[in-house]
């Protein structure tokens, strides 16, 4: 099987053509990557985007707010990319995949053969279909289109509708609250980010933004949508109550871009199924970021990572292993996000089995939750606590048992444990 081809074979055969579908974050790493590693080959980068690879956290925070253009979330300098020398095809769309012929279709009917195939084809921000959800505008962010067109609905006066209270809604809800909006997020759940975190930081999320003034509506589910008779929207609500409002985003979760995949016969569950190679069920196939499922040694489940550390590194492997090279992909997880100055990340999976050990006042906003099994942290999470968990990190990776009551001591330094 060509993993286990030497790695020179690939590098050096300068005929061969890795063919990459989009063109986002894990798309230009993956890019990058393979010209990084030798490769001189034929690159074809294609995206139905037409921007070239940029990264996506900025949308629902600068450039949503105005304070970044959207050319700042550009991966790499334009001289940068050019020096790639990839054959770059934007606003592209793959329609096929044709493993018996390797080659995959675009929906203009060119055909782009491949010897090697990585799908990063991301995913698309959920959409709902609800009574009257056709009447009104309902708003998404995935794209810079989407922060583009959103964007001039916050402002002092107006009134915004959040559905989904998890990163994505609450990022938006942080935004538009900044720019003077009018707030009011609507959460079908009993808690904030109920999914990917534990209800102490639901809490303090919930706080956070009941004191920039935010409604936060939880257990609150949307029944339908409505053109009101002044031309405003409304949003219905299951228990018969109605919000009258400017506008309505919706952030209600991700959908993987998998249907090539799974047209074309891959083995799919919720997203590509991949190995610590990045390989799909077809070895010339690979696949990495949002749209890629992977058994996560420290959830020890199959899971997507929809993370920006994910999308880069997954990229990068997928790349090194389309070249033969030796890949054992076992990221531990990382994800932030930043909300009214306030910045959260979370490495590893907090599970309900682990034992948690706080450090640090949650009435200071600055705290870290560690999530141990058998004294070994496995998870950290934490507000404004970004030095702290970096040595967190070192304790989850390492894997060394440690001492839970001067973990819990402030005055203990991160760095003597
Ligand atoms: C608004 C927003 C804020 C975020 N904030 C954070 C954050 O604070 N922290 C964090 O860790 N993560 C964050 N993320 C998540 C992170 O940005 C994503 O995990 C990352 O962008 C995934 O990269 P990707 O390359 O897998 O997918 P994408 O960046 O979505 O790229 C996939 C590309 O493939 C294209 N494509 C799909 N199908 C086809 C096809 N058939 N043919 C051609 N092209 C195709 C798509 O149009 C897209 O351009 C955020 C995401 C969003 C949307």
Request: hydrophobic share 45%; glycine share 10%.
């Amino acid at each position: 099987m060509n993993a286990e081809r030497p790695a020179v074979e690939a590098v050096a055969c300068p005929s061969a053509t890795i063919v990459i579908v989009g063109a986002g974050q894990a798309g230009g790493w993956a890019a990058q990557t393979l010209r990084k590693e030798g490769f001189t080959g034929r690159v074809v980068l294609i995206g139905d985007e037409a921007h070239p690879p940029h990264e996506r956290p900025p949308l629902s925070k600068a450039v949503l707010s105005g304070q970044a253009l959207p050319e700042s979330t550009q991966l790499m300098k334009p001289e940068a990319f050019t020096a790639l020398a990839l054959d770059w095809m934007p606003g592209a769309q793959v329609s096929r995949i044709d493993r018996a012929g390797k080659k995959v279709m675009l929906t203009d009917g060119t055909a782009v053969a491949y010897d090697k195939l990585i799908l990063c084809t991301g995913g698309r921000a959920r959409r709902i279909s609800l009574p009257g959800a056709d009447e009104v505008g309902l708003y998404t962010l995935r794209t810079i289109e989407d922060a583009l067109a959103l964007a001039p609905a916050f402002s002092p006066g107006r009134s915004v509708v959040v559905v989904g209270g998890g990163w994505i809604g609450l990022e938006v809800a942080a935004t538009a609250r900044l720019r003077g909006a009018e707030v009011v997020v609507v959460e079908a759940q009993a808690r904030l980010c109920e999914r990917t975190v534990p209800a102490e930081i639901s809490e303090h999320l919930l706080a956070l933004h009941h004191a920039q003034g935010t409604r936060i509506m939880l257990g609150a589910s949307v029944s339908g949508f409505a053109k009101g008779a002044d031309g405003r929207s409304v949003v219905h609500l299951a228990d018969g109550s109605a919000l009258p409002c400017d506008a309505i985003v919706l952030g209600i979760g991700l959908v993987p871009n998998d249907e090539l995949a799974r047209e074309a016969g891959l083995a799919c569950d919720g997203g590509v199924l991949v190995d610590a190679r990045c390989h799909t069920s077809d070895p010339d196939i690979l696949a990495a970021g949002d749209v890629a499922v992977i058994t996560n040694a420290w959830a020890g489940r199959r899971m997507r990572l929809e993370s920006w550390q994910n999308a880069q590194e997954q990229g990068m492997a997928a790349a090194r292993s389309a070249l033969g090279l030796a890949v054992d992909y076992q990221p531990l997880p990382w994800f932030w996000s930043d909300q009214y100055g306030m910045n959260l990340q979370i490495y590893g999976v907090p599970m309900p089995t682990h034992r948690v050990v706080r450090r640090g006042d949650p009435a200071s906003g600055s705290f870290v939750l560690f999530y141990l099994a058998d004294d070994v942290v496995q998870a950290a999470i934490g507000p404004n606590a970004a030095r702290d968990l970096r040595f967190a990190r070192r304790l989850i990776e390492q894997r060394k048992p440690v001492d839970a009551e001067r973990l819990a001591d402030p005055n203990t330094p991160m760095s003597k444990l």
